[in-house]
């Protein structure tokens, strides 16, 4: 009898592995991932917290904002103890964390509508479509569980689980840091809204309690004391802006753009937008103010940054199970969906070749980097998205992922260079390279093949290296 009971809850957890399996099919190493490991590996075997860059020839020394360090420890530990599979691990832990604390902090809301549940989380494909061994991942458990437990003091007055709220804080400020202020940010717009109390047509919204305001303010000010310890202390709070201040950095670094749905890829961003939007409107029941406003301040991030629709989902997690109507489950389910996740496991299964495949995909060839290891160049230009490969292979690297590093030295000139802009050639010089390693069909291989101070000295599919002659 008690399995009957909790037949659905696992069928439900079942059906979510297997979802999380199915995605893996896109998982990609990324680039950054790398320097990620490599800077907790450096920590680890040197029993520090990196506050100095260790990686770069140009800028070895110079102050480092690691506002990730702890982060790095965590993949580095996966990496250590799984090996390379590490970083899937890593990724399918994080999501499967995910799904199970959403599943469980609305499991009876979820089990009112089971068919809704179901198509809503076929949504997430929003969320971990971004499926690197990055840390945006342990960010999403923290913006799900933030928003959660805001809402419940939203809607409950004698609720005391915000006060977990600093903790989170303390962790994410060292994991994640230049996302963490996001808690603070999500209290003042909810003491904001909470102001109003009205009730006019579809809309409605209740005015928050004296009680409720003073947790507000009092978990506030913990959170914020809480971003404040970490390695870098205070900067912590206005690192996150002035990052988002550097126009330049914003408009070159590909995950930073804004959406642009001339891009047939950024439709998936619409069809959660508008499955969300119609699920306020033609619900039966008023939309509560809060709910619209978090939902428009979502979308709005989303369009600003491609990074943030992720937001949306998770945003909304909380408030659409309200929307819903209840539908009770019928025995022709429990088929239907045993059918669908074997479909899962199948296809991940046949494909999980190609998964090994993109976790052991290799940046650079091992040839070109024994050449660069053979030769040792002293001041090396490498293409940004080579920068991560390369430190994990020990060499040094005059720019990688770390554009907040780079941006108020060298970044400008190295993306200057990269695209032949003009006076490129004199910043060549000015940088006195020896050696360049570059994709093969990148615009400066062709500068270099033509210039006779420049030797190509090693060339396979993907890349090539030219080193300055008379060095």
Known sequence: MKLKKYRLDILFVIFLISIILF????????????????????????????????????????????????????????????????????????????????????????????????????LSFILISFLTPRPHLISFIFIYLTTYLLNDLYYNEKSNKIFILPFIQLLWSNIHGGSSNLIYLLIIMYLFIGMFNFDFKKIQNQRLSFKQVKKYLICMILCILSICINPHGFSMITYPYINMGNSFMISTISEWQPTNFNDFGSYIFLIVFSFVLFILLFSKKKIRLLDLLIFGFSV????????????????????????????????????????????????????????????????????????????????????????????????????????????????????????????????IKKYDFDYFIIPSDFGLSTYLSNNNSYQLVYKDKNTVIFKLLNN
Request: a positive charge.
């Open 23 to 122: 995605f893996l099919n896109f998982f990609q190493m990324g680039f950054d991932s790398y320097w990620h490991i490599s800077a907790g590996k450096f920590m680890v075997k040197n029993h520090t917290i990196l506050t100095k860059d260790v990686f770069s020839w140009f800028l070895y020394g110079k102050k480092w904002f690691s506002h990730e360090w702890l982060y790095e420890i965590i993949i580095y530990y996966f990496n250590l103890i799984f090996g390379k599979t590490g970083n899937l691990i890593y990724v399918f832990v994080n999501i499967l964390i995910l799904f199970l604390v959403m599943y469980f902090s609305n499991r009876e809301n979820i089990k009112k509508n089971i068919n809704f549940s179901f198509i809503w989380f076929i």
């Open 300 to 427: 709005f991030l989303g369009l600003k940054n491609i990074r943030f629709w992720a937001f949306v989902y998770l945003f909304s997690f909380n408030s659409i199970f309200y929307y819903v109507d209840s539908y009770k489950v019928k025995n022709i389910f429990y088929i239907k969906f045993s059918v669908i996740i074997t479909c899962f496991l199948i296809i991940f299964v046949f494909n999980h070749n190609k998964i090994y495949k993109n976790l052991n995909n290799k940046v650079i060839s091992d040839s070109a980097i024994s050449y660069l290891k053979d030769h040792n160049p002293k001041r090396l230009y490498n293409y940004y998205g080579y920068g991560g490969y390369l430190i994990s292979e020990n060499i040094k690297v005059f720019v990688d992922g770390r554009c907040d590093l780079y941006s108020d030295y060298n970044y400008r000139d190295y993306y200057n260079i990269s695209i032949l802009n003009f006076g490129f050639d004199k910043l």
